[in-house]
Nanobody, 124 residues
Framework: QVQLVESGGGLVQAGESLRLSCAAP???????????MAWYRQSPEKSRELIAT???????NSTDSVKGRFTISRDNAKNAIYLQMNNLKSEDAGVYYC???????????????WGQGTQVSVSS
């Protein structure tokens, strides 16, 4: 079973930055590199929402609320993806999860199991 491990969360003040990491230990690199990946966020007020995606060939997309502030990236040599979050706002708070995703024609859906997530808290 594929394992995903998120890290890098914490408590920051509004306007500050965090860099989240997601590792896939045990996943063969040839499999990791062929898959699209994504970051999701879950807060008490909302269901888990898709924040940013990166395809196997590096094409990036993000939801409008984080455009210009969050950047997703991947390092296939390390079986890892990252989320650089700048100018954090209170509404960015939540538990962040990474996931393998697949687009079946109606947008990305997560596939496989979830990791434990990493908590991001933003004080104003």
């Amino acid at each position: 079973q594929v394992q995903l491990v998120e890290s890098g969360g914490g408590l920051v003040q509004a306007g500050e930055s965090l860099r989240l990491s997601c590792a896939a230990p045990g996943t063969p690199g040839s499999i990791f590199s062929r898959n699209d990946m994504a970051w999701y966020r879950q807060s008490p007020e909302k269901s888990r929402e898709l924040i940013a995606t990166i395809s196997s060939d590096g094409i990036k997309n993000s939801t409008d609320s984080v455009k210009g502030r969050f950047t997703i990236s991947r390092d296939n040599a390390k079986n890892a993806i990252y989320l650089q979050m700048n100018n954090l706002k209170s509404e960015d708070a939540g538990v962040y999860y990474c996931a393998f995703v697949r687009d079946y024609g109606l947008g990305y859906v997560p596939i496989g199991s979830w990791g434990q997530g990493t908590q991001v808290s933003v004080s104003s």
